[in-house]
């Protein structure tokens, strides 16, 4: 299974926490100072929630889709390098709260989005969260250079 992941910044969790409980009618799957992540069933979609009081409310932080095994990141990342677009590889990278195998790939107008696959528990976000600005920092780490288009050779924090 995989679902899009759509991850905000917000000024108050626990406002947040409440409102996207009773927009979507679940609790979050993940909650830690500062962070929750919902799993909803339907519409598909991975919820995450990122308090950041250096960013605008409700701006993007990033964007993604969950898949259910490090093959499936594999095949994007092949795929999106056969399109000719750059992409960023992590493997056992410690970010948001997971340990996860992802890679990036920024949209035209540099929106980062990552296909990623969760492959454990982290007990925390281990560093600055992604923001969606041009130069920020990658989720929880620091962001990989991507590499050429046809390339793919990964690199890891």
């Known amino acids: 299974m995989s679902r899009v992941q759509l991850a905000l910044n917000v000024a108050d969790i626990d406002e947040a926490v409440t409102f996207y409980s009773k927009l979507f ?10 962070y929750a992540n919902f799993a909803i069933a339907e519409p598909p979609l991975k919820l995450v ?23 499936e990141v594999a095949a994007a990342q092949a795929r999106l390098a056969g399109h000719g677009l750059a992409t960023a ?24 989005w990552e296909f990623y ?29 991507p590499a050429a288009p046809a390339s793919q050779d990964s690199s890891c924090c």
């Open 117 to 145: 696959t969760v492959l454990g528990d982290a007990d925390s976000p281990a560093g600055a969260l992604r923001s969606a600005l041009p130069g920020e920092s990658a989720c929880c780490a620091t962001r990989p250079e």
């Open 49 to 71: 929630l990122i308090e950041d009081p250096n960013q605008v409310p409700g701006s993007l932080n990033h964007l993604g889709v969950e898949v259910g095994s490090t093959e």
């Open 89 to 112: 590889s992590e493997e056992q990278a410690s970010c948001c709260y997971a340990i996860q195998d992802k890679v990036w790939v920024d949209g035209p107008g540099g929106e980062p």
């Open 25 to 34: 009618g679940v609790a979050p799957a993940k909650r830690r100072p500062g």
